[in-house]
């Protein structure tokens, strides 16, 4: 089943503007990731927030998460025509006593983010 | 570079004829993993593995087999494939620390009729 569920599921936009793209998901975390893949390529890692942290940066990326609502979110500001592509959350699982299950991440379905010139 | 390879990047097939997707990667990572993704549905973890002769099922299995002999390698086979195996197929790597990102190899478009 899905951990991760994004929300819009499509947004567009004009360059410049700001995209905000919301992720909810069900159980304990031990960290929240937020992914990106150009149309049909793989994947690429942006940013991880940890469960104990609550904002993080990067460059114009800026993440929150809510570990009390079970979400995150992630900023593009000033979003260029490159940014278009889809980006997904990943959730990873809290460690169990043999630390073994902090490999397992589990993506939402994804948005797709279009920035218009 | 670091980086994950997968081989074939395109593959059509028919029904039953066994198959098999390379990945390697060079980073020297414990943490290996196969998914697939479809419309609609986002990448499903199809198996898994912690170490060299450690591998597990993921959320779906059905249908597919894996080995890791090799810490650097991690095939993905498809003994008798069928249409509903039709996917994009990415495998990934990452380091066993708590906080590691994970690292995607190019994807495997693979068709069955």
């Known amino acids: 089943s899905q951990q991760g569920e994004e929300d819009p599921q499509a947004l567009s936009i004009q360059e410049g503007e700001n995209a905000t793209m919301n992720c909810s998901y069900k159980?304990?975390?031990?960290?929240l990731q937020w992914y990106r893949q150009n149309s049909g390529r793989g994947l690429v890692h942006l940013i991880l927030i940890r469960s104990n942290e609550r904002e993080k940066h990067s460059g114009r990326l800026r993440v929150t998460l809510d570990t009390s609502k079970k979400s995150s979110s992630l900023l593009i500001t000033a979003s260029r025509a490159a940014d278009t592509a889809s980006y997904f959350c990943?959730?990873?699982?809290?460690?169990?006593?043999?630390?073994?299950?902090?490999?397992?991440?589990?993506f939402g379905q994804g948005t797709i983010l279009t920035v218009h010139p | 570079e670091a980086q994950v390879t997968q081989n074939p990047r395109y593959l059509i097939t028919v029904t039953g004829k066994k198959l098999t997707v390379t990945c390697s990667q060079n980073?020297?990572?414990?943490?290996m993993s196969w998914y697939r993704q479809d419309p609609g549905l986002g990448l499903r973890q199809i198996y898994y593995?912690?170490?060299?002769?450690?591998?597990d099922k993921g959320d779906v299995p059905e249908g597919y087999k894996v080995s890791r002999k090799e810490k650097r390698n991690f095939p993905l086979i498809l003994e008798s494939p069928s249409p509903n195996q039709t996917s994009l197929y990415f495998c990934a790597s990452r380091g066993l620390a708590e906080y590691n990102e994970q690292f995607f190899g190019p994807g495997t478009r693979l068709t069955v009729l």
């Open positions: 159980t304990s975390i031990n960290n």
């Open positions: 980073m020297n990572h414990e943490y």
């Open positions: 593995s912690m170490n060299v002769e450690v591998t």
């Open positions: 990943a959730t990873g699982a809290p460690g169990d006593a043999g630390g073994t299950s902090y490999g397992k991440l589990t």
